[in-house]
C-alpha cells in the first residue's frame, strides 16, 4: 500500500510564502506522475500542479508564475514552493501519485493552507 505523507502547511499572510511537501512510502520513479491538488469548503478537488515522470509540469492558470512543483528522486518527495500568497489560495491541498497501467490513483490526507490577515 502506497502512502503520501503531506506537510508543510499552515497560516500565513496575504503576499507569503509555504513550501509543502509529500514523502511517498516507495521510489517515485514507479509513478507516471505526481502532482498537488487543493479543495476549498464548499467546492470540488482542482488541479494545482503536476509533474510528470519526464519531469514536465502542468499548472492551474490560477497559480501560474506564483507556484512551482519539483521533485527530490532522492528523497521520494514532491514539493510545492507556494509565494505570493492570496485569500483565495486557502484550501486543504492534496498530494496525488498516479500510475498509467494499471490505472491507479493515490491521495494523502491533505493539509490545511490559510492565508489570512
Known amino acids: 500500500q502506497v502512502q503520501l505523507v503531506e506537510s508543510g502547511g499552515g497560516l500565513v499572510q496575504p503576499g507569503g510564502s509555504l513550501r509543502l511537501s509529500c514523502a511517498a512510502s516507495r521510489s517515485i520513479f514507479s509513478f507516471n506522475a505526481m502532482g498537488w491538488y487543493r479543495q476549498a469548503p464548499g467546492k470540488e478537488r482542482d488541479m494545482v500542479a503536476t509533474?510528470?515522470?519526464?519531469?514536465?509540469?502542468n499548472y492551474a492558470d490560477s497559480v501560474k508564475g506564483r507556484f512551482t512543483i519539483s521533485r527530490d528522486n532522492a528523497k521520494n518527495t514532491v514539493y510545492l514552493q507556494m509565494n505570493s500568497l492570496k485569500p483565495e489560495d486557502t484550501a486543504v491541498y492534496y498530494c496525488?501519485?498516479?500510475?498509467?497501467?494499471?490505472?491507479?490513483?493515490?491521495w494523502g490526507q491533505g493539509t490545511q493552507v490559510t492565508v489570512s490577515s
Open positions: 509533474i510528470a515522470s519526464g519531469y514536465s509540469t
Open positions: 496525488n501519485a498516479k500510475v498509467f497501467t494499471p490505472a491507479t490513483m493515490y
